[in-house]
């Protein structure tokens, strides 16, 4: 678990680097991937906050941010007072490994570059599983394993003074199979598999809103590249993953 401070300071990486990312995951998750329906979404491992914002201005449902560290509650409170929506947020802590909502009580779970960070991933699958109402969706977003390669062009393009954290978050993420072995351990099937891309239309939707995008994003250097995970529980489906 992150400290205090570098809690803080992967918050002024994100504000620095990554902001326009938000808005683009934001809307591929609202708009292309569930139904709109939704009533209630837990963001598992909000962080600082920016995808639960984006969630909480652009839909109706009730938006649990939760997070295992007080910390990164803190500073996603502190964001979210600007939310125009901020009625829809509930903050809470929770650990993925033991939720405390009850079973099939959930439309939808979202995490962003939060499941390398838990320490019994299969677990947690199980869990995010367990609350899901059937028809509703689980979407995971992380990196693959960073190659030496990347990592070098990384150190070039990133302010030496968040390197230490990011290398440990790449170092830590799973590769696809990897996932995929522990969804099946976890009992879960009704699943796919995609690379975090963007079509033209997903820029357009949200033009507006991305802002900035950093200058070291546009060199021809290798970069991290993530993936993204859409799991589905069917009707009928039992809390196991069945």
């Not at 326009?20 to 609202?30: H, M």
């Not at 394993?145 to 990347?150: G, M, N, R, V």
């Not at 290398?167 to 995609?194: C, P, Q, R, W």
């Amino acid at each position: 678990m992150l400290t205090h401070d570098e809690c803080y300071l992967y918050n002024d990486f994100v504000k620095e680097n990554q902001l326009y990312i938000y808005p683009l995951i934001g809307n591929k998750i609202l708009n292309h991937t569930l139904s709109g329906s939704e009533e209630t979404i837990v963001d598992m491992g909000t962080g600082p906050g920016y995808l639960t914002h984006y969630l909480c201005e652009n839909s109706n449902a009730t938006i649990y941010a939760t997070d295992i560290n007080e910390t990164m509650l803190e500073i996603a409170q502190n964001q979210i007072n600007t939310c125009l929506n901020k009625k829809n947020v509930i903050f809470e802590i929770q650990d993925v490994h033991s939720l405390t909502y009850a079973n099939e009580s959930i439309d939808a779970l979202v995490s962003y570059s939060c499941l390398h960070h838990w320490i019994e991933p299969v677990k947690g699958l199980k869990e995010c599983y367990r609350v899901l109402k059937p028809g509703g969706k689980i979407i995971i977003i992380d990196t693959h394993p960073i190659s030496l390669l990347s990592l070098n062009s990384l150190r070039k393009q990133i302010d030496s003074k968040y390197i230490n954290i990011l290398e440990e978050a790449f170092l830590e993420s799973y590769t696809e199979k990897h996932v995929g072995d522990m969804l099946a351990h976890a009992g879960i099937s009704n699943y796919s598999f995609h690379p975090l891309e963007f079509s033209v239309e997903e820029f357009m939707e949200v033009i507006d809103e991305i802002g900035d995008i950093p200058t070291s994003m546009d060199k021809n250097e290798p970069k991290p590249q993530s993936w993204y995970l859409v799991i589905e529980k069917k009707n009928g489906g039992n809390p196991n993953g069945s």
